[in-house]
């Protein structure tokens, strides 16, 4: 640049318009990779308060009357539910119970209600509750204790799709891998 010229030249405009680019691109990927991770972390919330939710259930329901006509059994085995799947839970869902519904009955709403806690705020949510017997003694008195454990799993990866544009299917196993298997949280309860 000669002495009387005022200005910049034509190389320190590319650069200038390169490095505010990079930048620009580099903000929109760490925007999206934050959405990303802030989508997930919601969905493990869901989770969770699904998941307090039916241990809630599945505690004041067996400790409320135990010894009921029902018997403590067929209790457990009432909680027993599974739905990998589409869950079918507006058939179970008592619209107005009061006071007047039968045990069984406020089970089927309580799974009803988790079920559809699960199917809608969790992507490809599936749930399932199994009832399991301890090895171990309670204090020496021969009786075996039973407690529940609870599966929640769902589809973290985002609209993961095939060339086709079809979704990527994914295995129901916990094996911790999110390219195979959907995200999985297991909790137990001991009512």
Same mark, same amino acid.
């Given at each position: 640049m000669s002495?009387?010229?005022?200005?910049?030249?034509?190389?320190?405009v590319?650069?200038?318009?390169v490095i505010?680019?990079?930048?620009?691109?580099?903000?929109?990927?760490?925007?999206?990779?934050?959405?990303k @991770?802030?989508t997930?972390?919601m969905n493990?919330?869901?989770?969770?308060?699904?998941?307090?939710?039916i241990?809630?259930?599945i505690?004041?329901?067996?400790?409320?009357?135990?010894?009921?006509n029902?018997?403590?059994s067929?209790?457990?085995?009432?909680?027993?539910?599974d739905?990998?799947?589409?869950?079918?839970?507006?058939?179970?869902?008592?619209?107005?119970?009061?006071?007047?519904?039968? @045990?069984?009955?406020?089970i089927?709403?309580?799974?009803?209600?988790?079920?559809?806690?699960?199917?809608?705020?969790?992507?490809?949510?599936?749930?399932?509750?199994? @009832?399991?017997?301890d090895?171990?003694?309670?204090?020496?008195?021969?009786?075996?204790?039973?407690?529940?454990?609870?599966?929640?799993?769902?589809?973290? @990866?985002?609209?993961?799709?095939?060339?086709?544009?079809?979704?990527?299917?994914l295995?129901?196993k916990?094996?911790?891998n999110?390219k195979?298997d959907?995200?999985c949280?297991?909790?137990?309860?001991?009512?």
């Amino acid at each position: 640049m000669s002495k009387g010229q005022v200005g910049y030249t034509i190389i320190e405009v590319i650069a200038a318009a390169v490095i505010l680019m990079v930048s620009l691109l580099g903000m929109g990927v760490l925007q999206s990779t934050a959405m990303k @991770r802030n989508t997930s972390a919601m969905n493990k919330v869901y989770a969770m308060e699904a998941a307090t939710y039916i241990s809630d259930a599945i505690k004041s329901q067996v400790s409320s009357n135990p010894t009921s006509n029902q018997g403590v059994s067929a209790l457990y085995d009432s909680f027993s539910a599974d739905f990998w799947g589409s869950p079918n839970y507006q058939a179970n869902l008592v619209t107005d119970c009061g006071t007047g519904c039968a @045990r069984t009955t406020m089970i089927r709403h309580m799974l009803a209600e988790w079920e559809m806690m699960i199917g809608e705020s969790l992507p490809k949510g599936q749930g399932k509750i199994e @009832r399991k017997t301890d090895s171990l003694k309670v204090e020496g008195t021969g009786v075996q204790t039973t407690y529940y454990e609870v599966t929640i799993m769902w589809d973290d @990866r985002q609209m993961a799709q095939n060339s086709d544009g079809s979704d990527v299917e994914l295995g129901t196993k916990c094996s911790g891998n999110p390219k195979i298997d959907l995200t999985c949280m297991k909790t137990i309860v001991r009512p």
